[in-house]
DNA sequence: TAGGCGTGGCA
DNA sequence: TTGCCAAGCCT
């Protein structure tokens, strides 16, 4: 039934006929004819789609090529100024660690971006999944890339049982005999692809399938069973006061410390977040503050209530004062909005 | 090794 | 509304 020649064969044959492209992606004729991706944009592009919508991705890798042309670019660049940029993208120790990464390639690497996975892993930022991809699309290397639409699509294909995230190394090996040397790159590409557009989580279109006649969940008509998942728990919900300190058209902020969550950004004071609702003993100064109700913002691991309170106070506080709150992580800018509304 | 770590879209 | 999910990595 898996036969792996046949299926490489079908899924490389649909690749090719679907053209379908991505701003970063070489096509195979382009690949064919000698065309080299250039390894430092297609490590922005992995990076930013961690986790992370390809349409949400997209406008944000074209402002970083535009303002950092170079991995030496974006070394040299103020680590705020790309801290600011990478605002609204989430999980922001990618940010960091892309900042640092740039400089290990600079000072380690003459600033040539790497292409040979032995050497991606130990760079800060990248794990298995970031360095197979740059190694297969930048190198030819046929390296075994598995993401979370390989996982769906050979976990379907093969019908695979054991619940993740127990058996995702199973399931990666599993995946790893399938690869060859012949056009890892676009191998590797096609797979994603097809997890992303066929083998889609909720409603497969199983009829349009390369893969039709080899998938055992299909045949079986349960596609969706797979990739098979522990329950999560419910999240917990956290409550806190956010405080927006006005002053003209300036409002005050701070900066967070370096590891955690939002680390490293620029937000506006809060309270501590617990598991109640609080009062105004944490507040940054005594006033009299005027409510300006509650934002909701959901995270990874908990749901975050924050009572809005705003004030009016004189410049002399001191502190940073700021006009432009486009660099805040979302949840400060949702904070600020409600700070500000009549 | 299991949990921390954002955000937005979608059913 | 609620929950799931997205081209994962780090500790």
């Known amino acids: 039934m898996h036969n792996v020649s046949d299926m490489r064969a079908a899924l490389l044959r649909w690749y090719d006929e679907q053209g379908r492209t991505l701003p970063w992606r070489v096509r195979p004729e382009d690949r064919a004819a000698g065309v080299v991706p250039d390894p430092y944009a297609i490590w922005l592009s992995e990076v930013m789609s961690q986790q ?53 390639v600079r000072d380690d690497h003459l600033g040539i971006f790497p292409t040979d996975e ?28 598995v993401d979370g639409n390989v996982e769906r699509v050979i976990s379907r294909t093969y019908a695979f049982e054991t619940p993740l995230p127990k058996g995702r190394k199973a399931l990666r090996d599993l995946s790893g005999t399938l690869v060859r040397a012949d056009r890892p790159g676009d191998y590797g590409q096609a797979l994603m692809d097809l997890g992303a557009t066929i083998c889609s989580p909720k409603n497969p279109t199983c009829l349009l399938c390369p893969w039709r006649e080899f998938c055992v969940a299909h045949s079986q008509s349960e596609e969706t069973k797979y990739p098979v998942k522990v329950k999560k728990k419910p999240t917990p919900i956290r409550y806190g006061h956010a405080y927006v300190l006005r002053c003209e058209d300036k409002v005050l902020v701070e900066r967070r410390p370096d590891s955690g969550l939002l680390g490293g950004m620029i937000g506006v004071p809060t309270t501590d977040w617990g598991d109640a609702p609080t009062d105004h003993s944490q507040a940054p100064l005594h006033r009299n503050w005027e409510s300006k109700g509650q934002i909701r913002h959901v995270f990874t691991h908990f749901e975050l209530r924050l009572d809005v309170f705003a004030a009016e106070i004189e410049a002399s506080v001191e502190g940073v004062w700021v006009d432009d709150t486009s660099g805040l992580p979302t949840v400060f800018t949702k904070v600020v909005e409600a700070g500000l509304a009549d």
């Open 52 to 104: 992370t919508t390809l349409a949400h991705a997209t406008p944000y890798w074209r402002a970083f090529l535009e303002a950092f042309p170079s991995v030496v670019d974006l070394a040299d660049a103020n680590r705020d100024v790309v801290l600011s940029m990478w605002a609204g993208l989430g999980y922001y120790a990618r940010a960091r660690n892309l900042h640092k990464c740039a400089g290990v």
């Open 118 to 145: 032995k050497t991606l892993l130990t760079l800060p930022g990248i794990g298995p999944y970031t360095a197979a991809t740059i190694a297969a699309i930048c190198a030819d290397e046929a390296t075994n890339i």
